[in-house]
Nanobody, 120 residues
Framework: QVRLVESGGGLVQPGGSLRLSCVASGSFFSVHTMGWYRQAPGKQRELVAT??????MYADSVRGRFTVSRDNAKNTVYLQMNILKPEDTAVYFC???????????????WGQGTQVTVSS
């Protein structure tokens, strides 16, 4: 059974930094994509940053402030968030697209989410 476990959320003042981590565990053949989405109260879940292979993609709202990186040996994705703003407040979800077996299609998995609150 595949699990994604996030860590690193919390409360930070505007202008501060946080680093989120997400580890994929369980049995799977390969990782295609790992990344981060977020959902603020009353809003739809949106893409924050993702790493396809080792190529990063960012939402316009976070480009230049956030950095996504992967440690493929550890099946881990990180999100370094700098110059945080109140509008970054949301539940952040880890997302992974995995191939469970060499002959299987890709499957999408989500973590349970971690709260990030930016407030003075």
């Amino acid at each position: 059974q595949v699990r994604l476990v996030e860590s690193g959320g919390g409360l930070v003042q505007p202008g501060g930094s946080l680093r989120l981590s997400c580890v994929a565990s369980g049995s799977f053949f390969s990782v295609h994509t790992m990344g981060w989405y977020r959902q603020a109260p009353g809003k739809q879940r949106e893409l924050v940053a993702t790493s396809v292979g080792n190529s990063p993609m960012y939402a316009d709202s976070v480009r230049g402030r956030f950095t996504v990186s992967r440690d493929n040996a550890k099946n881990t994705v990180y999100l370094q968030m700098n110059i945080l703003k109140p509008e970054d407040t949301a539940v952040y979800f880890c997302n992974a697209v995995l191939q469970l077996h060499v002959t299987s299609d890709l499957s999408v998995y989500w973590g349970q989410g971690t709260q990030v609150t930016v407030s003075s």
